[in-house]
């Protein structure tokens, strides 16, 4: 009796190990799919991360680029019905969005001489911290240096 009983504790043994075995294989693989996963999500994060093109948008005779669209606020259509020529004076454009309203408000740069404390574009972050609906939706647009050349009239 003693015999068997020693024959089933290494039948036990090499179920064991089997088991073991088979544990082992399942945690490898899954430890190379997880490592291939995030290698591919790195991979789309960098290929995101890329700089774009900038997008020129001209709109009352001026060139804007934007430099800023949190949460894919920028919306042409909505922009141009919205825009005044009141907006041509300063450099940056702010659109934000609230009630499915769009708000534009003007910002000049940092060491413009008209410029006051509250209407530089430093003061951006406070501006969306205190005037915008929290976690809003909103672009910034910077006026273009080059503006676009007047056409010249060809002759007949």
């Not at 544990?23 to 190379?32: K, P």
């Not at 020129?56 to 919306?75: L, R, S």
């Not at 910034?140 to 007047?150: D, I, R, S, T």
Request: aromatic share 10%; proline share 3%.
């Amino acid at each position: 009796m003693m015999e068997e009983s020693g024959l089933e504790q290494d039948n036990n043994k090499e179920e064991q190990q089997q088991v073991q075995d088979a544990v082992n294989e399942t945690v490898q693989e899954n430890v190379q799919e997880t490592t291939q996963e995030t290698t591919q999500e790195t991979t789309q994060e960098t290929v995101q991360e890329k700089p774009k093109a900038p997008v020129i948008v001209q709109v009352g005779g001026k060139n804007y680029e934007i430099v800023q669209n949190h949460k894919e606020g920028w919306n042409a259509e909505v922009f141009r019905d919205r825009y005044s020529e009141v907006l041509e004076r300063y450099d940056y454009i702010i659109g934000d969005w609230g009630y499915s309203q769009l708000r534009l408000k003007g910002f000049y740069r940092d060491n413009h001489p008209k410029a006051t404390k509250d209407s530089t574009i430093s003061y951006l972050v406070d501006y969306i911290n205190e005037y915008c609906n929290f976690g809003c939706a909103y672009f910034v647009l910077q006026k273009c240096k080059e503006q676009p050349q007047a056409k010249a009239k060809s002759g007949s």
